[in-house]
C-alpha cells in the first residue's frame, strides 16, 4: 500500500484465487442431491400426505357431528371429557382427532430408500381423549371455512432401515366446512325459542307482537258487536306461535321453513279475526288436519295492526270549573275587570297679579306683621281634554276648569319712637286651574289587551270619587295655593248587577264549547299503556284557548272586558284540572304497566323490524312443520283473562283487579247493562241495581235544594218525577250514569238563568262521581248473575239447531261486559282494557338445517345440522364398540307472556264473556 492508501492490483489478484481455490474443494467434498435430500422430502411427502387425510377426517368429523351433535354430555367415562359449555366443540374435536388417527396410520411416505410417517397417541383412556381434545384447533376464518390445526403429531424418518429422527409436529390445513356455523345458528336458534319475554329478543317476543293486533282486532270485533265471547283464545295462541317459530328461523337462519310457512298460512285462514264460536276437542282435530292437509283452505296472512280510536272531550273538568265559577270565582273575575289605572292631571295658569301697597314714613320702624289670605272659586268654561298630556293607553273621562283668586292682605305696624301708624298691602293674584280625570283598564293575566271604546258613567263617577274627594273647587284652591298636582290611584268600578247573570250565561254558552273540544286518541293495548291522551288533550284545549276566549278587536265597554276576562279565568280553570288529570292519568298508566311486569309481561314500544341475517344456512326442515295443540308434546298453551268484570274507576282498582287485592265495586252502567240483559232471572242484581240508583237519585235531589232554595221534599219529587221517564230499574240505572236523568232533572227544575246553569252543571258532576265516590254494585252480586246468564245462554248454545241461532245467542253471550275502564277519571273514560296472561310451551321432533357443499364421495350434497332426541355416540378407544359422548336433544321451548287489548270506552267493554277464563289445552 503506497503512502496515499492505494491497493495495488497483485495483491487483489492473490485474493481472489485462494477463495476460488477453497470453493473447488468444497464442492468436491459434497454428497449428490439424491443421496442428501431423501429423507427430508419421504417427511415432506408425509405431512403432505397428513394434510389431505386431515382434511378428509375433518369433513367426515363436520358431516358426523352435525348429524349427530352433541347437545349434552353424558355421565360416562367419555362423556365426562366433554365441557358443558363447549360439548358439541369438544365431541368435534375427539371426533377429527380419532378419524385423523386412523387415516395417519394408513399413510406411508418414502423417497429412495428413506421412508416417513405421521402419527398420534393412541385414544385407549378417557385421559387419552381430554388430551385429544386440547390437542385439536379451530379457527373459523370465515363462516364456512375453518383451519384445523392438530398438535403433537409424531413424525418418524427412517433411512436404510435406520430412524434418522422423530420430532413432534402441528399438522394443520384449512377445510370448507360450515359446521361451526349451522351450529352456533342453531345453538342461537334454540336459546331465542326458550328466552323469557323481558330478557330480549326470541320467541315470546315475536308471539307477543302477533297475539297483540289479533286480541286487537277481535276486542274490536267484539266491540262492535260480532258475537265473540272468547277473545283470545288457545287457537289464537297456536297460530301467532307458529308464525313466531317462522319469524325466528328467519332471524337467525336467513329463511324458514317452506312447508311451515305454508301451513301458517292456512292456519290464518281457519283461525280468523271474526271466528266467533269455541272449538271443540273434535273439531280442532278436524282443523289441524286442515292446516297440515291443505283441503281447501286459502293461504292468509295476519291481522294488521287494527286501527280504532276514540274521543276525548274536558267535559268533566269543563263543569268542575263552572262550578267554581258560580260558586264565587266569577263575582271575582268580574271584579278584577272592573279594576281602572286612573291619573288625575292638574294645569295652574296664572292669568293676573295686581299689587296695591302703601309706602311707609321715613325713619320708621316696623313693630308687626300680620297677613291674611283669602281665596275665592268660581266657574270657568272647562278646558277640552285634548289639550291635556294624557299618557298613552289612557283614556281621558272629565275635565274641569276653575277660576281662582287668591287675595293676599298684609297689615304692618310702624312707629318712629311717639307714635304708631298701621299700613295695609293688599296682593291679588288670579288663576285659571284646568283639571282632568283620565284612565285605562288595569292589566289582567291571561286576558288579551285591547283598547276598549268607552268606559261607563259608572267608571267616571268612580274615578271622579277617588281623585276628587273633596270636589272640584277645593282641589282648585288646594291647586292654587299648594302643591295638589298629578296622583295616579288604582280604582275598582263595582260591576252592575245585571252583569252577573250575563256573565253566567256567556260562560254556559262557553262550557258547552269546550266540552265539544276533543282530542282523538289511537286505542291499542300498547297505546294506553305508553301514550298520555289526557296530556294530549291539555295541549290541544290549550291551543284552542284564543279562540274559545274569543276576545274581540277592540272592547266595546268595560262590560265585554269583563266577559271576556271571564270565560279566560273558565278556560285557565278548565285547563288547570285537565293538566291536573292528566298527572293522575299519568300515574294509572303507571299501575298498569307495572301489572304487565307483575304479570311477566313485556310492552312493544313500537314495530320491531329485523334484517336478514348473512347466513350458510340454505334450507331449513322442521317436524312437525306446524306445531298443534291437539298434540300436547308438539304444543300447549294456557291464557287467563285478567280482567273479567269491569270494576270501578279508582286507580288502586288496577292493581286490585289483577291481583285480588280486595273487595271491589262494579260500575252501576255496567249492572244495569247485565241487568237489561238478564231481567227478572236475577232478582239480586235487580235489588242492587234499584239500591244504588237510589242513592244517585238522593244525591241529585240534595244537589237540586242546594241550587234552587225547594226544600229537601220538593226536591225529592222533581227527582222522583224526572226519573219516572224510564220504565224498568235497567233504563233508570243507565240514565242515572249517562247524564239522561241528570238533563231531565233541570228540565222539571223550574230554574232560571244562573242558577240553571249551575244546577246542570253540578248534576252532571254528580253523575260522573259516582264510582269515584265509592259507590258501584258488589262484584259477587255482579259475578253471581253475570255466570248465571252466561250459564243460561251457553247451554242454549249447546242447543241451538241453525247457524243462525247460534249466532244470535253467540251474540247475546259476547255483550256481556268485561274490562277495566281506563282512566279512573271522571269523564276521562277514553278507553277499556284487558289483558290476558299467556303461557306456553312445546318443541320440534326434528330441525335440521343445511348449508355448505360436501366434496364428492359422500352420500349428501350438503352438510346437514339436526336436532332431535338421540344418543351420540362414538367408537373412541377403536375397539369396535360405540362409547357413550352424550344426548342430542329436540329445540324445546317455554314462555309466559301478556296481552293487553283496549277499545274505545262502552259499556260493551273488552274480555272473554264465554266464562271460561282461565283456557288450558289438552296436556296441559
Known sequence: MD????????LVGVVLLVTATALGATLATRDTPAETNAADRAADRALTGARVALERATIEASAAAAANPVVAPADTPYGRVLRDDSAFRDALALRVYAAARAAFDDLDASHGAASARVSLDPLDTPRDARRAIRAVEFDELLPNRVRVTVRNATLAVTDHGESVGVRERAVSVVVDTPVLALHDRMASFAARLDRGVLRGYGLAREATLRLAPYTA?????????????????????????????????????????????????????????????????????????????????????????????????PAAAADTALLDALDGGL????ADAYRLDARRLVRVTRTDRRLDAATPPANWTRLATDTTTETTVASAPAASPGSFDVPGGFRALDSVSRRVT???????????????????????????????????????????????????????????RSLLPGGADALAARAATDDAGTRSATVRVSPPAALVERAARSLGRTRDRVANTSTTTRVSGAGVLASSPVAALADTLAADRDRLVAAPARYGSLAERALTAARARYLDSTLAAVRERADDAAGVRGALRDTVSRLGGWIPTGATTRETPETVVSDVDASPRYLSLVDAEALAARNV????????????????????????????????????VAGARTPDLGAAVRAETARVRERF??????????????????????????????????????????????????????????LAAALRAESRALSRDGGGVDEDVVRAARERVRGELTDALGRASTERARRALGGRLAALPAGLPVVPLPGFWYATVNAWTVSVRGGYDRVAISGGALPPGFDAGAYEYVRENAAVSL??????RPDPLGRNTRVAFAFDTVVVAAVPPGPRGVGDTDGNADERSPGW
Open 331 to 334: 263575582a271575582d273575575a268580574l
Open 406 to 464: 287668591v287675595t293676599r292682605t298684609t297689615r304692618s305696624s310702624w312707629t318712629n319712637g311717639s307714635a304708631v301708624r298701621t299700613l295695609t298691602d293688599v296682593e291679588r293674584s288670579a288663576y285659571r286651574v284646568s283639571v282632568a280625570l283620565a284612565a285605562r283598564p288595569a292589566a289582567l293575566d291571561g286576558v288579551p289587551t285591547r283598547p276598549v271604546d268607552a268606559l261607563s258613567q259608572r267608571a267616571t263617577d268612580a274615578v271622579r
Open 875 to 880: 367408537d373412541v378407544d377403536g375397539d369396535g
Open 217 to 313: 282486532a277481535r276486542g274490536l270485533a267484539q266491540y262492535a258487536g260480532a258475537p265473540i265471547a272468547n277473545v283470545l283464545a288457545n287457537r289464537h295462541v297456536e297460530v301467532a306461535a307458529n308464525d313466531g317459530l317462522l319469524a325466528v328461523q328467519r332471524a337467525t337462519f336467513g329463511r324458514a321453513s317452506n312447508a311451515s310457512s305454508d301451513a301458517v298460512g292456512r292456519a290464518y285462514a281457519l283461525t280468523g279475526v271474526t271466528d266467533a264460536l269455541a272449538v271443540t276437542r273434535a273439531s280442532a282435530r278436524e282443523r289441524a288436519t286442515r292446516i297440515l292437509d291443505a283441503v281447501n283452505v286459502t293461504p292468509a296472512r295476519p291481522p294488521p295492526d287494527p286501527a280504532a280510536s276514540s274521543s276525548l272531550t
Open 3 to 10: 503512502d496515499r492508501g492505494r491497493v495495488p492490483f497483485a
Open 701 to 758: 235531589a240534595a244537589a237540586l235544594a242546594d241550587r234552587t232554595g225547594l226544600d229537601s221534599d220538593s226536591a225529592e219529587r222533581v227527582v222522583s218525577n224526572a226519573a219516572a221517564r224510564w220504565r224498568t230499574d235497567a233504563a233508570r240505572a243507565r240514565a242515572a250514569t249517562n247524564g239522561s236523568l241528570a238533563a231531565a232533572v233541570v228540565a222539571d227544575s223550574g230554574s232560571r238563568g244562573t242558577e240553571r246553569v249551575a
Open 641 to 676: 283473562n285478567v280482567f273479567t268484570l269491569p270494576y270501578g274507576d279508582a286507580a288502586d282498582a288496577v292493581a286490585d283487579a289483577a291481583f285480588d287485592g280486595g273487595a271491589r265495586a262494579v260500575r252501576l252502567a255496567t249492572a244495569a247493562d247485565l241487568l237489561a
